[in-house]
């Protein structure tokens, strides 16, 4: 992952404000490690949520909303 290429996309984001961005994890050459302990339990995946808030609220302008 680069945090650079992350901070390009926010800045696209504030040019346009209507622009839609999505920061995925993983991917076809990570492999499932990491994953299999981040899903085992339930402590495990709220600790994953919470970093992954901060993460996007440190360093990403989002709009967190419910599905409707």
Do not use: C
């Amino acid at each position: 992952f680069s945090l650079f290429l992350f901070v390009q996309m926010q800045a696209l984001k504030r040019e346009d404000p209507s622009l839609k961005t999505l920061l995925a994890i993983g991917g076809w050459n990570h492999g499932s490690r990491g994953f299999k302990e981040m899903v085992a339990n339930k402590e495990n995946r709220k600790k994953f949520v919470a970093n992954s808030l901060a993460y996007i609220k440190e360093y990403g302008e989002f709009v967190l909303s419910s599905a409707s």
